[in-house]
């Protein structure tokens, strides 16, 4: 069984910078991509960042420039650096382990966190 440990969440002052990060535990062979998702209030769960194994990278528009994902395959974690944040930023941030391979699993498996908050008030 494959779980995603997430860590880092906590409150920002607007413009600060707060570093969250991710650690998949159990049998894994391999992980095509880790990413970050946040869903804030009443908001739908959004993609922030992605990072394949490639070390390919992509952001969503909103947190281009602001926001640094970076990952250690040999490690299987994932962090998200995130500076200059604003008040919309506040959401829960989910962590996500996309084409896992296993051992003993039928295919590649898709797997969330538990969730961290993030909260970006004054």
């Known amino acids: 069984q494959v779980q995603l440990v997430e860590s880092g969440g906590g409150l920002v002052q607007p413009g600060g910078s707060l570093r969250l990060s991710c650690a998949a535990s159990?049998?894994?062979?391999?992980?095509?991509?880790m990413a970050w998702y946040r869903q804030g209030p009443g908001n739908p769960r959004e993609l922030v960042a992605r990072?394949?194994?490639?070390?390919?990278?992509y952001y969503a528009d909103a947190v281009k420039g602001r926001f640094t994902i970076s990952g250690d395959n040999a490690k299987n974690t994932v962090a998200l650096q995130m500076t200059r944040l604003k008040p919309e930023g506040t959401a829960v941030y989910y962590c996500?382990?996309?084409?896992?391979?296993?051992?003993?699993?039928?295919?590649?498996?898709?797997?969330w966190g538990q969730g961290t908050l993030v909260t970006v008030s004054s």
């Open positions: 990072i394949m194994s490639s070390g390919h990278t």
């Open positions: 996500n382990a996309d084409g896992v391979v296993i051992p003993s699993g039928s295919g590649p498996l898709e797997v």
């Open positions: 159990g049998s894994i062979f391999s992980i095509y991509a």
